[in-house]
């Protein structure tokens, strides 16, 4: 890791946030920086939605999409270094498909939603369109949960990319649109919409499509953020939630912090404690995804604001910090599952089968969950994000008690997605690398389930096994990922040549770590993941 990344990622600020997640380290720690390094998390946070919780911390909202459980939450105390502290959504109980009972989800779930904290009686809201057709709303008393969902709108009521507001009289307003964007009234206790009213479109800036949509209020005067995808930020104002509203380019096309990022683009508006306004976006930066960076905004005499480059014009790879640094827990650890539940670290490719795993005695049990020769068929695949520019994943595994025709491994997860793991047929255990397991980018149907590289026969007697994945998730990148294995632990032998990643967009989702387990002849193996270090 680079030393101008080190500062953001420390031990845990349990004590004084007063964090619920298992096994950390309750020191609380304190530091003075004058500048600060983008991005601020470099892990796949897109779509972020970022506001003042009721302690004075802030508070980001992020989509994961098709991942379970659902709309992942991050806390911060300096808008600089975060932590996972839950997710909005606990299961994404959308139909049969999120469970890949019946089809599959990907590409669907929770995107572009909002999140605010209502003092007037103390609830947290999330709210957010899912699969095109319907709103859900979901409350909390604690933003660390526990959520439940309080409101599904009528079909056809998509708040597509939408913010929340919460005006100075507690009415509650949702800003949302593609193309066409509209303000909605929520009812008083935010859970039905009472009215509806269309307040600009893309073409009144000349544009095809606008999307990412926020909205504030500040000095008397309603703002809505939005953009055109790829490459301009608008900031639009208006005397009244209902417009007319002017608009003006806040960031146009600019220059990415990270080399071959894309132009940061769609996020949100911050007021510090100190008072001054921050933007935070997201970088463009496949094959690791879409990474949050921040940047400062002054309000000019016309009362809209203007973003601050670098001296290059460029959003800059460091500014002034905004506030005294609060160091958290070290995005890179290793988790050796000493709890009874899992962190928030950890995402299931769709909903899991909840009875074909456990957590505790340090460990999680994977039982095989389904018959396929599929992997993106397969439930109950555990995933977590790659950090940085160079992510290695280190799983130690226990598969004594896998079955004739069970199939595990350590992924490198995503529509094209590589693997090293063990096969078993009979009494036969083959060691494999795997490469171009595929989907298609219409459906998202499989179009191959790999093909075996390279194999090796070193099976340890006791059956227990390291596996590595180490990648190059730079956007520009070779955008290898290299796979290799250990019977010790300490000594690892490359398995296979490396494999190259995909970056297009179109799956949206940067590459995971993903840890599987399934069947091909019939159910009742299992494996145990006994630790996992993310460096």
């Known amino acids: 890791m680079q030393a101008k990344y080190l500062f953001l990622?420390?031990?845990?600020?349990?004590?004084?946030?007063?964090?619920?997640?298992?096994?950390?380290?309750?020191?609380?720690?304190?530091?003075?920086?004058?500048?600060?390094?983008?991005?601020?998390?470099?892990?796949?946070?897109?779509?972020?939605?970022?506001?003042?919780?009721?302690?004075?911390?802030?508070?980001f909202s992020a989509s994961n999409m098709h991942y379970s459980p659902g709309a992942p939450i991050l806390r911060s105390a300096d808008l600089v270094n975060w932590e996972f502290i839950g997710h909005s959504v606990p299961t994404l109980d959308f139909g049969e498909k999120y469970n890949l009972t019946n089809g599959h989800a990907?590409?669907?779930?929770?995107?572009?939603?909002?999140?605010?904290?209502?003092?007037?009686?103390?609830?947290?809201?999330?709210?957010?369109?899912?699969?095109?057709?319907y709103t859900y709303i979901y409350t909390a008393k604690d933003v660390s949960g526990?959520?439940?969902?309080?409101?599904?709108?009528?079909?056809?009521?998509?708040?597509?990319?939408?913010?929340?507001?919460?005006?100075?009289?507690?009415?509650?307003?949702?800003?949302?649109?593609?193309?066409?964007?509209?303000?909605?009234?929520?009812?008083?206790?935010?859970?039905?919409?009472?009215?509806?009213?269309?307040?600009?479109?893309?073409?009144?800036?000349?544009?095809?499509?606008?999307?990412?949509?926020?909205?504030?209020?500040?000095?008397?005067?309603?703002?809505?953020?939005?953009?055109?995808?790829?490459?301009?930020?608008?900031?639009?104002?208006?005397?009244?939630?209902?417009?007319?509203?002017?608009?003006?380019?806040?960031?146009?096309?600019?220059k990415s912090p990270l080399a071959g990022g894309g132009a940061p683009h769609q996020g949100s508006l911050i007021q510090a404690s100190t008072g001054d306004w921050y933007y935070m976006s997201f970088t463009w930066a496949y094959p690791n995804g879409r990474i949050p960076v921040l940047a400062p905004v002054q309000w000019e005499d016309d009362g809209f604001p203007s973003f601050v480059t670098?001296?290059?014009?460029?959003?800059?790879?460091?500014?002034?910090?905004?506030?005294?640094?609060?160091t958290v827990r070290d995005w890179t650890r290793t988790d050796i599952f000493d709890g009874n539940s899992l962190s928030p670290d950890w995402e299931w490719n769709h909903n899991p089968d909840e009875t074909k795993y456990s957590v505790g005695d340090g460990g999680v049990t994977l039982s095989t969950a389904t018959i396929t020769s599929d992997l993106y068929a397969a439930r109950n695949t555990l995933t977590h994000r790659v950090h940085g520019e160079f992510p290695v994943g280190t799983l130690q595994v226990d598969f004594s008690k896998m079955a004739d025709g069970d199939r595990f491994g350590l992924a490198a997860f995503r529509?094209?997605?590589?693997?090293?793991?063990?096969?078993?047929?009979?009494?036969?255990?083959?060691?494999?690398?795997?490469?171009?397991?595929?989907?298609?980018?219409?459906?998202?149907?499989?179009?191959?389930?790999?093909?075996?590289?390279?194999?090796?026969?070193?099976?340890?007697?006791?059956?227990?096994?390291?596996?590595?994945?180490?990648?190059?998730?730079?956007?520009?990148?070779?955008?290898?990922?290299?796979?290799?294995?250990?019977?010790?632990?300490e000594k690892f032998t490359q398995l296979g040549t490396p494999y190259a990643m995909q970056t297009n967009w179109a799956y949206f989702m940067g590459y995971r770590f993903g840890i599987f387990n399934y069947a091909t002849k019939e159910l009742g193996g299992s494996i145990r993941a006994l630790s996992f270090t993310s460096a």
């Open 106 to 133: 990907y590409r669907g779930g929770t995107w572009a939603s909002t999140m605010r904290f209502r003092e007037s009686n103390g609830l947290w809201y999330w709210i957010g369109c899912v699969d095109f057709w």
């Open 310 to 326: 670098d001296g290059a014009g460029g959003w800059g790879s460091s500014y002034p910090a905004p506030l005294p640094v609060k």
């Open 146 to 254: 526990p959520w439940t969902r309080a409101a599904v709108l009528p079909g056809g009521t998509c708040y597509y990319d939408c913010g929340l507001l919460i005006d100075d009289d507690d009415t509650m307003y949702v800003v949302y649109g593609s193309t066409d964007v509209s303000v909605a009234q929520l009812s008083t206790d935010g859970l039905s919409q009472v009215e509806s009213k269309h307040v600009f479109s893309a073409s009144d800036v000349g544009k095809d499509g606008i999307e990412g949509n926020r909205i504030y209020k500040k000095d008397g005067f309603y703002y809505i953020l939005d953009d055109h995808p790829g490459d301009i930020t608008y900031i639009w104002k208006s005397e009244s939630p209902w417009g007319p509203y002017k608009s003006k380019i806040l960031v146009d096309n600019v």
């Open 415 to 489: 529509d094209r997605t590589a693997y090293i793991g063990i096969h078993r047929d009979g009494q036969d255990y083959t060691l494999a690398t795997v490469h171009n397991l595929t989907q298609e980018e219409s459906a998202w149907n499989t179009t191959s389930n790999g093909t075996i590289i390279a194999t090796a026969t070193e099976i340890p007697s006791d059956k227990t096994i390291w596996l590595r994945a180490s990648l190059d998730a730079r956007a520009s990148g070779s955008y290898a990922a290299n796979f290799s294995y250990s019977v010790d632990g």
């Open 9 to 59: 990622f420390y031990g845990l600020l349990q004590a004084s946030l007063g964090s619920k997640l298992p096994n950390v380290d309750t020191n609380s720690i304190q530091k003075r920086a004058d500048t600060f390094q983008n991005p601020v998390v470099y892990e796949d946070f897109a779509d972020n939605d970022v506001s003042v919780g009721p302690d004075g911390l802030y508070y």
